[in-house]
C-alpha cells in the first residue's frame, strides 16, 4: 500500500498519561502535516514538516504537544499529561513540494484517541 | 485569519435531486480542495482548484472556483444514495509559492434518501 499510513488507529488512556502517534507518509512526498479533528468539525492545522524541518505550528499546539519528523521520513505527534480535551481523531497528510503542482494533501486513516 | 463557511450544513435529499453545496473564505486565496469523508473514516480528496473560473467534473460530482467572489460551489447531480458523505472544502492562503497548511470549512453532512 502506497498511502499515508497511521499508527494506532485507536488509542484510550487516561488523563496524564503520554501518548505517541505515528505517521509514515508517501514516500516521495517531502511535506508532513498533522491535523486535528473533533466530532461534528471541519480538521484543524496543527503543524507541518518541510524534510525533517518543523516550518510552522498552530498556536492549538500546546506545550504539551511535540511533534517530529527525525531524517525527514515518518513523524511522531507527542501528546503530554494527556487531558479529557485532547479526545479527538488526529489525521496525518503527505503531499509533494515542487515547482509547479496542486501541493494536494493526501490523509491517513488516522488515531482516534479517547482520553478517560 | 483566513475563515471558511459552508452552507448548508447539513442536506437531506432525495435520489435524483440535484444541489449545490456552497464554500465562501473571508481572505483572498488561489487554491482550494473539496474533500469527501464517510463516518469514522479518513478523507478522501474530491477536487483541486487552482484558478479563478476552474470547473472540475467527476461523475455527478462538479466543482467550480470563484476567486473574485471568494467562492467555490459544489453541484450534486442526480444524487445516488452512495453520495451520502460528510463534504469538505478548504482553503490554502494566497501566493505562499509552496504548499502550506489547509484551513478547513465546517463541513455539509449530505444525505440522500431513496
Known amino acids: 500500500d502506497t498511502g499515508v499510513s497511521q499508527n494506532p488507529r485507536h488509542k484510550i488512556t487516561k488523563r496524564g498519561q503520554n501518548v505517541t502517534f505515528r505517521c509514515d507518509p508517501i514516500?516521495?512526498?517531502?511535506?508532513l502535516y498533522w491535523y486535528r479533528q473533533t466530532l461534528g468539525q471541519g480538521p484543524e492545522f496543527l503543524t507541518y514538516f518541510q524534510n525533517e524541518a518543523q516550518l510552522e505550528k498552530s498556536r492549538l499546539l500546546s506545550d504539551r504537544f511535540s511533534a517530529e519528523r527525525p531524517k525527514g521520513s515518518f513523524s511522531t505527534l507527542e501528546i503530554q499529561r494527556t487531558e479529557q480535551g485532547d479526545s479527538a481523531m488526529y489525521l496525518c497528510?503527505?503531499?509533494?513540494?515542487?515547482?509547479?503542482?496542486?501541493?494536494?494533501?493526501?490523509f491517513g486513516p488516522g488515531t482516534r484517541l479517547t482520553v478517560t | 485569519e483566513l475563515k471558511v463557511e459552508q452552507n448548508p450544513l447539513f442536506l437531506s435529499m432525495q435520489e435524483g435531486k440535484n444541489y449545490t453545496i456552497y464554500c465562501n473564505y473571508s481572505?483572498?486565496?488561489?487554491?482550494l480542495y473539496w474533500y469527501r469523508q464517510d463516518p469514522g473514516k479518513s478523507l478522501e480528496s474530491l477536487f483541486v482548484?487552482?484558478?479563478?473560473?476552474a470547473v472540475k467534473q467527476e461523475g455527478r460530482l462538479m466543482a467550480s472556483l470563484d476567486t473574485k467572489a471568494r467562492l467555490s460551489t459544489l453541484h450534486i447531480t442526480a444524487a445516488v444514495h452512495d453520495l451520502s458523505a460528510t463534504y469538505f472544502c478548504?482553503?490554502?492562503?494566497?501566493?505562499?509559492?509552496?504548499?502550506?497548511?489547509?484551513?478547513f470549512g465546517t463541513g455539509t453532512r449530505l444525505q440522500v434518501t431513496l
Open positions: 497528510a503527505s503531499s509533494f513540494l515542487s515547482v509547479v503542482g496542486s501541493y494536494e494533501q493526501y
Open positions: 478548504a482553503v490554502a492562503p494566497f501566493n505562499t509559492g509552496t504548499a502550506s497548511k489547509l484551513t
Open positions: 481572505t483572498t486565496s488561489d487554491r
Open positions: 482548484l487552482l484558478s479563478n473560473g
Open positions: 514516500s516521495e512526498h517531502n511535506r
